[in-house]
């Protein structure tokens, strides 16, 4: 097996050891670490479990067992984001690969946060430990695409949803409807607890009365905002300037990485008026028909591309990403 194939498999061990951390790690990263010796054999891994406590790699180096602590010298080590060089809440996780002097370490992608960006990296390699950089490197980025969006852009990243008819409408000759089915209603609240906020319109928030959070699902129901003038999410809004910048602004101060926007069509319709305003899009469409009522909102064209279809029960459920962002 060439290096490359090498690095690749372990990296993608280092990415399925990373998603574990979904739901506690935030707002840190999720990272997944692996250590291999030089038979390979792996000797330890670890992922970061929560935020607060230790990274990958302190995991990792604490699974080694002591029998094979003499192969550190020889070893590699495979972390899914560049080590941290900076004191937080935890010592720079590049001092202790230092300390423990691995020879080789192989890094999926650069961390966008502004204490790190390349000096993790360059810190090893003025320890004279080889890195490679970028094994990987598009799936590591899409695993925290959230986290990379939120230091690189300033905002959350902010996925638009929404459930129209087969002949595309979002209500039932403009009254409420339900048109997912049991199981992609839970599926919706899974996708809740992976995010930190959820936002809907004014309209909306009055004539559906959502309780927009995760009561069909386990985890942490997300930071509830409704766009509404009369009860602004942030007494500082001016509504006679636009009101989506404002609103990241106040979500990046707040450290909200992700948000999902569930309505309505004219609040979706804000979103999608600005490429730069949006990253994902998940529509979910049911073979029902209503004939009449509010229309759903309509794909950009150019932007939104089409990366997977799930069908569940009848719906379908189609996902896009805006090439412009992501």
Known sequence: ME???????????????????????????????????EDGRIIGEGYHVRCGQGHAEVNAFASVKP????????????????????????????DLI???????VVVGCIDPFAKVQGRGVQKLRDAGIEVAVGVMERECLELNKRFMTFNSRRRPYVLLKWCRSADGFI????KPVMLSTPFTQMLSHKLRAEYD?????RVTAERDAPRL???????????????????????????????????????????????IV?????????????????????????????????????????????????????????????TLTV
């Open 67 to 94: 029998e094979d602590e003499r192969l550190l010298p020889s070893a590699t080590m495979y972390v899914s984001l560049e080590p941290c060089s900076h004191y937080g809440r935890t010592p720079p996780c590049a």
């Open 171 to 174: 209500d039932d000759n403009f």
């Open 3 to 37: 290096q490359l194939e090498k690095d690749i498999f372990y990296m993608r061990r280092c990415l399925q050891l990373a998603a574990n951390g979904l739901l506690l790690a935030r707002p840190n990263p999720m990272v997944g670490a692996v250590i291999v010796a």
């Open 98 to 104: 230092i300390k423990k002097g691995v020879r080789r």
């Open 213 to 259: 959070n995760v009561r069909h699902w386990s985890g942490p129901d997300p930071l509830r905002i409704v766009i509404d003038r009369n009860h602004p999410f942030d007494p500082s809004v001016d509504f006679t300037q636009p009101v989506i910048p404002q609103l990241f602004t106040y979500l990046y101060d707040k450290g909200v990485q992700s948000l």
């Open 262 to 322: 569930e309505g309505g069509a004219e609040t979706h319709r804000r979103f999608l008026e600005n490429p730069e305003w949006w990253d994902e899009i998940r529509e979910e469409v049911s073979p029902r028909t209503v004939e009449d009522g509010t229309r759903a909102p309509q794909l950009p064209p150019g932007v939104a591309a089409q990366v997977a279809v799930d069908r569940y029960d009848g719906n379908e459920i189609r996902w896009y990403v805006n």
């Open 197 to 201: 906020a959820i936002l809907v319109g």
